[in-house]
Nanobody
Framework: VQLVESGGGLVQPGGSLRLSCKAS????????MSWYRQAPGKEREFVAD????????NYADSVQGRFTITRDNAENTVYLQLNGLRPEDTAVYYC??????????WGKGTLITVSS
């Protein structure tokens, strides 16, 4: 199993970014997928998740209405569209496969810095 995030970078407050997480090594359409983030000095926190066929999504209150999670099962990729970025959104963003057993699969993360 491999999860590779991309799309992070430096963005001004109010700006937008789109993160991608390319998955391999498993049947992507069989698993829900999630995004988490970890800000400097803070615990890792849930951002959003999406069911295996994309019919159901959930968001943290802090990002509801600003971030959108989607997936393309043909491309084995899950996306996170981030709009209206704020300095407090600065964090490393991680992709995670839904945990169905003892193994817990995460990507290595991609850094977003929101600053003027």
């Amino acid at each position: 199993v491999q999860l590779v995030e991309s799309g992070g970078g430096l963005v001004q407050p109010g700006g937008s970014l789109r993160l991608s997480c390319k998955a391999s090594g498993f049947t992507f359409s069989s698993y829900a997928m999630s995004w988490y983030r970890q800000a400097p000095g803070k615990e890792r926190e849930f951002v959003a998740d999406i069911s295996n066929f994309g019919f159901t999504t959930n968001y943290a209150d802090s990002v509801q209405g600003r971030f959108t999670i989607t997936r393309d099962n043909a491309e084995n990729t899950v996306y996170l569209q981030l709009n209206g970025l704020r300095p407090e959104d600065t964090a490393v963003y991680y992709c995670r496969r839904a945990r169905t057993g003892p193994m817990d699969y995460w990507g290595k993360g991609t850094l977003i810095t929101v600053s003027s």
